[in-house]
């Protein structure tokens, strides 16, 4: 209710700051806060800087103290490098920054019922035990569903429906079930039983060694996981299907209009129409989309796929490291092991998704639908073009996001980071460029317009 928040004495205090222009930071993090102060930013008061790992400690111990005194709720505390050069050296893995890491507290815990639990199915065929509980709260949130994350978990905790349960939220965050009060078990309880076969389509669950989950072997036959992997590979990282959101997804399988992901590239205007708050405009939208996303990147498609453990880094890694999909799909453990930030069980998830007759099946029928990306120009990460350099990017791009240029200039083997140091080999200036291309302008870096930039990128 707008008019209830309204009431409230909101806040915020400043961490960080993201694209700066027309103006220099400091060179150290705590420095910047400092700077946000004067210019009127509130930030926190008991932010401070401190040196050694034993310092670190003292100061989460003296904030765990006065956790409980504080006028707001606090889950933890994050460590950082103050030393802006250093971030920018440490850098990011994905989205999460090296130089900086979480500290959580204990969670708080409370005592309820444990009513019942049901077996949800994930996008992966995950076979995941919920439990339903007497409702709680803890640390300030209602709470009446817990994960208890797969079979070890159940018999290690020992819980029984109609069990009276300590609860906590994970990292204050995600509920779950810390431990069972025996002594209150009642004569009526039930021991949990795994299923064998899947909840939603009924084909056998198994449990490979050395996993503690237990998988649907339904694949994407299983409504469960074909709305998942659908939703997953229209999404913004991966085909980036615009108008093809969960909602949709979840009525399309439902009517029978979609079965796999390559039956996206099937549907029609006319059928789209016909669904609830789907028009004629909408549905033209959607189907024009659809032919727009046609034309993509290899890691986007990759990624896409939904293979475990493969997320965007590693499609990258993929697509930068392998001259096309063949060489993939015929690619073994070993070749997978030599490539960067890939391990065995990577590896195995990899070679076991192209060894799925079904899978090369789908994939093809969307190669066969028109399917398709810019031929790599490298297949050796160290012969690409751009291979050892560091790029940064600032201002406005007219011919593209700069998501999309990122990932092209990755592409070609450059490193692009966020801040402009005396390391960084380019700096791309696109509209209203400011502090960073003024520090390239410095330290005598080549700078790029967006014309040379798509020169480059053509070339």
Same mark, same amino acid.
């Given at each position: 209710?707008?008019?209830?928040?309204?009431?409230?004495?909101?806040?915020?205090?400043?961490?960080?700051?993201?694209?700066?222009?027309?103006?220099?930071?400091?060179?150290?993090?705590?420095?910047?806060?400092?700077?946000?102060?004067?210019?009127?930013?509130?930030?926190?008061?008991?932010?401070?800087?401190?040196?050694?790992?034993?310092?670190?400690?003292?100061?989460?111990?003296?904030?765990?103290?006065?956790?409980d005194?504080?006028?707001?709720?606090?889950?933890?505390?994050?460590?950082?490098?103050?030393?802006?050069s250093?971030?920018?050296?440490?850098?990011?893995?994905?989205?999460a920054?090296?130089?900086?890491?979480?500290?959580?507290?204990?969670?708080?815990?409370?005592?309820?019922?444990?009513?019942?639990?049901?077996?949800?199915?994930?996008r992966?065929?995950?076979?995941?035990?919920? =439990?339903?509980?007497?409702?709680? %709260?803890?640390?300030?949130?209602?709470? /009446?569903n !817990?994960? @208890?994350?797969? $079979?070890? #978990?159940?018999?290690?905790?020992?819980?029984?429906?109609?069990?009276?349960?300590?609860?906590?939220?994970a990292?204050?965050?995600?509920?779950?079930?810390?431990?069972?009060?025996?002594?209150?078990?009642?004569?009526?309880?039930?021991?949990?039983?795994?299923?064998?076969?899947?909840?939603?389509?009924?084909a056998?669950?198994?449990r490979?060694?050395?996993?503690?989950?237990?998988?649907?072997?339904?694949?994407?036959?299983?409504?469960?996981?074909?709305?998942?992997?659908?939703?997953?590979?229209?999404?913004?990282?991966?085909?980036?299907?615009?108008?093809?959101?969960?909602?949709l997804?979840?009525?399309?399988?439902?009517?029978?209009?979609?079965?796999?992901?390559?039956?996206?590239?099937?549907?029609? =205007?006319?059928?789209?129409?016909? %669904?609830?708050?789907?028009?004629?405009? /909408?549905? !033209?939208? @959607?189907?024009? $989309?659809? #032919?727009?996303?046609?034309?993509?990147?290899?890691?986007?498609?990759l990624?896409?796929?939904?293979?475990?453990?493969?997320?965007?880094?590693?499609?990258?890694?993929?697509?930068?490291?392998?001259?096309?999909?063949?060489?993939?799909?015929?690619?073994?453990?070993?070749?997978l092991?030599?490539?960067?930030?890939?391990?065995?069980?990577?590896?195995?998830?990899?070679?076991?998704?192209?060894?799925?007759?079904?899978?090369?099946?789908?994939?093809?029928?969307?190669?066969?639908?028109?399917?398709?990306?810019?031929?790599?120009?490298?297949?050796?990460?160290?012969?690409?073009p751009?291979?050892?350099?560091?790029?940064?990017?600032?201002?406005?791009?007219?011919?593209?996001?700069?998501?999309?240029?990122?990932?092209?200039?990755?592409?070609?083997?450059?490193?692009?980071?966020?801040?402009?140091? !005396?390391?960084?080999?380019?700096?791309?200036?696109?509209?209203?460029?400011?502090?960073?291309?003024?520090?390239?302008?410095?330290?005598?870096?080549?700078?790029?317009?967006?014309?040379?930039?798509?020169?480059?990128?053509n070339?």
């Amino acid at each position: 209710d707008p008019a209830i928040t309204a009431q409230r004495p909101l806040e915020m205090c400043c961490y960080s700051v993201g694209i700066v222009a027309g103006g220099e930071l400091p060179d150290r993090h705590d420095a910047v806060l400092k700077q946000l102060n004067r210019w009127g930013f509130r930030i926190n008061p008991a932010m401070q800087v401190v040196d050694g790992i034993d310092a670190c400690i003292a100061y989460q111990q003296q904030l765990a103290q006065q956790r409980d005194s504080l006028p707001y709720d606090i889950d933890g505390i994050v460590f950082k490098v103050n030393e802006r050069s250093l971030q920018e050296r440490l850098g990011f893995v994905s989205r999460a920054p090296r130089w900086a890491i979480a500290y959580k507290f204990p969670a708080q815990e409370e005592m309820t019922v444990l009513r019942d639990v049901e077996f949800q199915v994930g996008r992966t065929g995950a076979i995941t035990p919920v =439990a339903r509980l007497q409702p709680v %709260l803890v640390g300030g949130v209602t709470v /009446s569903n !817990a994960t @208890l994350h797969n $079979a070890d #978990e159940i018999e290690r905790l020992g819980v029984h429906i109609g069990d009276t349960v300590i609860v906590r939220r994970a990292g204050d965050v995600i509920p779950q079930i810390v431990s069972v009060i025996t002594e209150k078990r009642p004569a009526d309880s039930q021991p949990i039983t795994f299923p064998r076969h899947c909840p939603i389509c009924d084909a056998a669950v198994e449990r490979v060694d050395g996993e503690a989950v237990a998988r649907c072997t339904g694949g994407i036959s299983c409504p469960a996981q074909s709305k998942r992997a659908i939703q997953h590979f229209a999404s913004r990282k991966a085909m980036d299907i615009e108008g093809l959101g969960d909602k949709l997804v979840e009525q399309l399988v439902d009517n029978g209009l979609l079965h796999t992901i390559a039956d996206i590239y099937q549907l029609q =205007a006319a059928q789209l129409a016909g %669904l609830e708050r789907m028009g004629d405009k /909408s549905a !033209a939208n @959607l189907v024009e $989309a659809i #032919e727009k996303s046609k034309h993509t990147r290899f890691a986007r498609f990759l990624y896409a796929l939904g293979i475990r453990e493969v997320g965007e880094a590693t499609a990258q890694t993929l697509a930068a490291s392998f001259a096309d999909l063949p060489a993939l799909q015929q690619a073994d453990e070993q070749q997978l092991l030599e490539l960067p930030d890939i391990g065995p069980i990577v590896a195995a998830h990899i070679t076991g998704f192209f060894a799925n007759p079904h899978n090369n099946a789908v994939i093809q029928r969307l190669l066969d639908a028109g399917i398709h990306w810019p031929a790599p120009q490298a297949v050796n990460a160290a012969e690409q073009p751009l291979a050892g350099k560091i790029i940064v990017l600032t201002g406005e791009l007219d011919s593209m996001s700069r998501s999309e240029a990122k990932e092209r200039l990755q592409q070609l083997g450059a490193r692009v980071t966020g801040s402009v140091s !005396a390391k960084t080999d380019i700096v791309i200036a696109g509209r209203a460029a400011g502090s960073k291309l003024s520090k390239a302008q410095q330290l005598g870096i080549t700078v790029l317009d967006e014309q040379a930039m798509t020169e480059l990128l053509n070339a």
